[in-house]
């Protein structure tokens, strides 16, 4: 095992253009532990995206210390190309794949009022959970058509008749 008295560390900041149709030029902030490869775990772009790799605001793998991130209002936030989350009002987050072509929405406006909606926040979603359906219609269900009593243990169903 190193201690921290033994181990090399170097930051380079530099900046990058790119090469395409419209000029682009990006802001690395890179790092190299023991001499070992650089890495880039912040990069921002002249379009303001910010790339953070890792944790964000922990400090030697520590608990997070920050508060909070802050957006621009058509920003989103983007987990390596998996899922991203967005908010197009005040009280209201969307939920989209990665190509945001699928998604829901959640709707706080109302204070200990949870509503799923869909991504334009338009109308309520359908909630599907374990076998059980809500439509976003009203009056219409799915799953077992009306059950007189539902069982829920640790919050999870485990019946419905």
């Not at 095992?1 to 033994?6: E, V």
């Not at 520590?62 to 197009?88: I, V």
Request: proline fraction near 4%.
């Amino acid at each position: 095992m190193t201690t921290p008295a033994s181990n090399t560390n170097d930051w380079t900041i530099f900046s990058q253009p790119t090469t395409s149709a419209t000029p682009l030029g990006a802001l690395y902030f890179r790092s190299s532990l023991n001499g070992a490869g650089y890495t880039a775990p912040f990069v921002l772009d002249s379009d303001g995206n910010v790339t953070i790799l890792g944790t964000l605001f922990a400090v030697n793998g520590g608990a997070a210390f920050g508060t909070s991130a802050t957006l621009a209002a058509s920003g989103s936030l983007l987990w390596g190309g998996l899922s991203r989350l967005r908010s197009p009002a005040n009280g209201q987050v969307n939920i989209f794949n990665n190509a945001s072509t699928s998604g829901v929405g959640v709707d706080v406006t109302t204070d200990a009022v949870l509503k799923v909606r869909t991504t334009a926040q338009s109308a309520y979603a359908t909630v599907d959970c374990l076998g059980l359906k809500a439509s976003g219609v009203a009056g219409v269900t799915f799953g077992p058509a009306h059950p007189a009593s539902i069982t829920i243990v640790n919050g999870i169903v485990t019946a419905a008749s």
